[in-house]
């Protein structure tokens, strides 16, 4: 058996959405930016695409959801336009964002203070999420944007943002929220909350790579990062991607559809393993798991380095990860584990295990079982010791550091 448990890197593209996009690889390619039938006989599957993602987060009529390349264009989007809208040709100077973001965030801010911009990192509490009373005490008359994660990739604990969302309104600040890890797995209502912009990506919710989207409220001005065609009304050029773009629209519906019952459905496995693998000593999960989305799960394991794990996992066959994929072959410690306040040694022992609706409890058992049995061996303890037991001092666990 092999069992992929590494959700929030990547997701098996969902076959419905394979059978939807294979006809515009072969069949109906015309360049849906031509006059004649091989490029008009595509508008009605992207209308389609658009239809299912504004009924996935709810989007109103008059907003705008623009496909992108992926989420990483999408934020470097909000991100640099907002940087030459208010701040190059505005009277701003200030970007709000926090230390656990993504990197295609906290890179794209490293940039933009290189280029003069001032730039606040928030810190986390010890849930690893910031809470909107901070956000709050640092927006100045200068600040431009506040840009918060919807979930945390590492963690999934959710982020508190209606209350910021409202901090924002009232301060009149654009408020953008880098959602991959929410859309798909959380209900994700554009309308319950105050938001300018979010960023989605396909291949986090069973559609393809390579394709995202921005969703941006009211239409207002975002000035392009992309330049070119002026195709999807100027917004963003470049001859749209039409099997990815239906791919995505399809993965939206299926993702969002019952989206209740799928959460519980995964909650259940994901609640089920934690529990199991609590059952070892000196182990704990971070952030409460009532607030994290329903297939993540980060463990820590005193004494044993993450990286061991992870290849003692990959040996039976199990796709984890210690934390951001982009951040996992580089051997460094876990980035939230750090911004929680755990110490260098602690947060190597991370170990994120992200389920998916495709998890079966056949899975959950076999990795259960693998993951017992790696930690006895790696602690240096006989595999044939069968239970596990509780050390003395050693509580088991689930709380913040
Ligand atoms: C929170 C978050 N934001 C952005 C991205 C980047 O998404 P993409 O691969 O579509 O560029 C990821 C992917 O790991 C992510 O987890």
Redesign the pocket.
């Known amino acids: 058996m092999q069992v992929y448990m590494d959700n929030?890197?990547?997701t098996m593209v969902d076959p419905q959405v394979v059978e939807a996009m294979l006809p515009y690889f072969s069949e109906k390619y015309g360049n849906p930016n031509s006059i004649h039938k091989f490029g008009t006989g595509s508008h009605p599957a992207i209308a389609k695409a658009i239809d299912q993602m504004y009924a996935g987060i709810n989007a109103a009529d008059n907003d705008d959801i623009i496909f992108t390349?992926?989420?990483?264009?999408?934020?470097n989007w909000v991100l640099q336009s907002t940087w030459v809208d208010q701040i190059l040709n505005g009277d701003k100077n200030h970007i709000v964002t926090t230390e656990v973001?993504?990197?295609?965030?906290l890179s794209t801010c490293k940039f933009l203070e290189d280029q003069g911009v001032k730039v606040t990192y928030l810190p986390v509490n010890d849930q690893g999420i910031v809470e909107a009373h901070t956000v709050k005490s640092f927006i100045t008359d200068k600040t431009a944007l506040v840009s918060v994660?919807w979930?945390?990739?590492e963690t999934g604990m959710i982020f508190p943002i209606k209350e910021i969302g409202e901090i924002c309104k009232e301060k009149g600040v654009l408020f953008h929220s880098?959602a991959?890890?929410a859309v798909g797995k959380i209900p994700v209502d554009v309308q319950d909350v105050h938001i300018d912009f979010i960023?989605m990506?396909?291949?986090?919710f069973h559609g393809p790579?390579?394709?995202?989207a921005l969703y941006i409220k009211d239409s207002q001005k975002l000035s392009p990062l992309m330049h070119g065609g002026e195709q999807m009304n100027g917004r963003r050029s470049g001859t749209l991607n039409v099997p990815f773009i239906v791919g995505m629209g399809e993965a939206m519906e299926l993702a969002t559809k019952n989206i209740e019952s799928k959460m519980a459905s995964m909650r259940a496995k994901r609640d089920r393993l934690e529990d199991a693998l609590l059952e070892l000593s000196d182990t704990f999960t971070i952030g409460e798991r009532d607030n994290r989305t329903p297939n993540t799960l980060l463990i820590s394991i005193r004494g044993v380095e993450g990286e061991g794990m992870l290849w003692d996992l990959n040996n039976g066959l199990i796709g984890a990860s210690t934390g951001?994929?982009?951040a996992s072959e580089d051997l460094e410690a876990n980035s939230v584990m750090l911004a929680i306040g755990a110490d260098h040694e602690l947060a190597h022992t991370g170990i994120r295990l992200s389920l998916s609706r495709f998890t079966t409890d056949e899975e959950v058992g076999y990795v259960i079982d693998h993951f017992k049995a790696a930690v006895l061996r790696l602690r240096g303890i006989s595999s044939s010791y069968a239970k596990v037991q509780p050390t003395p001092g050693g509580e088991a666990t689930e709380c913040a550091i």
């Open positions: 929030n890197a990547t390349s992926c989420a990483t264009e999408s934020n973001e993504h990197p295609s965030v994660m979930a945390s990739n880098d991959v890890q960023s990506s396909a291949h986090k790579k390579g394709v995202g951001s994929a982009c």
